[in-house]
């Protein structure tokens, strides 16, 4: 596109920052050498999203090959200069770094069939209104089903320490349920309703997804208010060691 790009790779290996590094840096080298320029091209970490590749995988193809034809650069797909479009459905000659292979199966049996079934199904949404199918990602790290995400939450996930103030993460990791947390509360600061309710917006905050704003309308407090009750309550328990024991405790009973 005009300012990024979009490519769909399938690798065996976790070697995805090795390869943009290369993409980007030999892609910067080569720019700068043509243009006279020095320094970096690109602007910040590109954002990589895990896709379930059955069911997702040709959503996602034809959403980047009609990128350009939304972003009004160019009326058909296959008049775009950088797209791969072209070679997927047979108007070009296949370049050996591209693989097709992986889409056309999803359309036919011999490469013709594919890619005139291919073409078929990108045009279906030629100059109409659509969703992206990036709108279904979750934590904006991954598309798939809820069994596919929860697969890769159990796998990757459970058994690490996450940093909850991730967002992506955050979504991912498994929620503790209000409810939980109630009950725990209630069972170690019934006695002192003040800190019951501090130690409460801090566990929620903490370990679950939800939004400081959810939780501030929750407690009748704004999304700042949210920030220092549980700033405050971090403090207090990093200087009272019986208070901290009493919290690690729970957070164990939690199982988080």
Not at 43 to 53: N, P, S
Not at 135 to 161: C, H, M, P, W
Not at 237 to 250: G, M, T
Request: glycine residues 6%.
């Amino acid at each position: 596109m005009d300012n990024h790009y979009h490519l769909l790779i399938e690798t065996p290996s976790g070697n995805l920052p090795q390869i943009m590094l290369h993409i980007n840096g030999a892609y910067t080298n080569y720019f700068n050498k043509k243009r006279g320029r020095a320094g970096h091209l690109f602007q910040g970490r590109y954002k990589a999203i895990l896709v379930e590749k059955d069911e997702y995988a040709k959503e996602l193809s034809r959403y980047i090959h009609l990128n350009p034809v939304r972003a009004g650069i160019v009326e058909l797909p296959e008049k775009y200069e950088w797209s791969s479009y072209p070679y997927y459905i047979g108007a070009k000659k296949k370049t050996e770094w591209l693989h097709t292979e992986f889409i056309h199966g999803y359309f036919g049996k011999t490469k013709s069939s594919a890619e005139r079934l291919y073409q078929k199904f990108v045009n279906l949404l030629l100059n109409t209104e659509y969703s992206s199918p990036l709108d279904e990602v979750t934590g904006a790290t991954i598309l798939g089903q809820a069994e596919f995400i929860n697969e890769i939450r159990d796998k990757y996930l459970s058994a690490k320490k996450v940093d909850r103030e991730i967002p992506a993460l955050r979504e991912l990791a498994k929620e503790v349920s209000l409810y939980e947390i109630d009950k725990e509360i209630e069972n170690n600061f019934s006695a002192d309703p003040v800190l019951a309710r501090k130690i409460k917006i801090y566990l929620i905050k903490r370990y679950t997804g939800k939004r400081l704003k959810e939780i501030g309308d929750q407690f009748g407090i704004g999304e700042t208010g949210v920030s220092q009750s549980c700033r405050r309550i971090s403090q207090r328990i990093e200087k009272d060691k019986k208070l901290e024991k009493k919290i690690k405790k729970i957070v164990k009973k939690l199982n988080v």
